[in-house]
């Protein structure tokens, strides 16, 4: 009897497939009230695009994980779910900086944001250690070479180029809100 009863509650399930790949970021991430999607857009656009942006390790893992975060929840995100270019350009930014760093090819997104957070975290606070254990070898079968290479990140083309087109359409989206409640005015008369 109590099978009868849970098979209708679950048969609208059955065909919905598997759930795609997502992650969210720490809290820590939020300062100042900014919302976490926005803040990772505005962060990392700034890190990749600007000369010396990547130059101290702390703010490169950090980048790095909100490229990871944004490469999986851009495509499921409403604002920007009609932006199908950003979306391919952040998968690509996602496959370029795995191959960078070395990441496991089946790595849970989540596992990639915790490590390298865990990492950030770590080198502000001048502990090479805890920057190694961080890392789960699972996701970083190399954990000291990817330390390595997040010290001395050459330049990432694809991720640099991802993160501007999402600055852009962040500020889009800014946009477009700032005139759905002015009701498309812009303030002057004719």
């Known amino acids: ?106 790595a849970s997104p989540q596992a990639v944001v915790d490590g390298l957070y865990g990492v950030s975290r770590a080198l502000e606070n001048l502990d090479a250690a805890a920057a190694e254990r961080a890392l789960s070898p699972a996701v970083f079968p190399d954990r000291l070479g990817t330390l390595r290479r997040i010290a001395a990140l050459g330049p990432l083309p694809r991720t640099a180029e991802a993160t501007a087109t999402a600055e852009r359409e962040q500020l889009r989206v800014q946009q477009e809100n700032v005139t759905s409640y002015s009701g498309g005015d812009s303030g002057g008369r004719p």
């Not at 209708?8 to 399930?13: A, E, F, M, S, T």
């Not at 962060?43 to 990749?48: E, G, K």
Request: glycine fraction near 8%; aromatic fraction near 6%.
């Open 1 to 106: 009897m109590r099978w009868t009863i849970a098979i209708p509650v679950l048969l609208p399930l059955i065909g919905c497939g598997p759930l795609p790949p997502s992650a969210s970021l720490p809290r820590d991430l939020v300062q100042g009230g900014t919302e976490p999607t926005r803040g990772a857009i505005i962060s990392s656009a700034f890190a990749f695009n600007n000369p010396g942006g990547l130059s101290d390790p702390a703010v490169a893992a950090r980048a790095l994980a909100n490229v990871e975060f944004l490469a999986v929840s851009l495509p499921y995100d409403v604002r920007y779910s009609f932006a199908p270019i950003m979306q391919i350009q952040m998968a690509a930014a996602r496959d370029e900086l795995h191959a960078a760093l070395g990441i496991a090819p089946d």
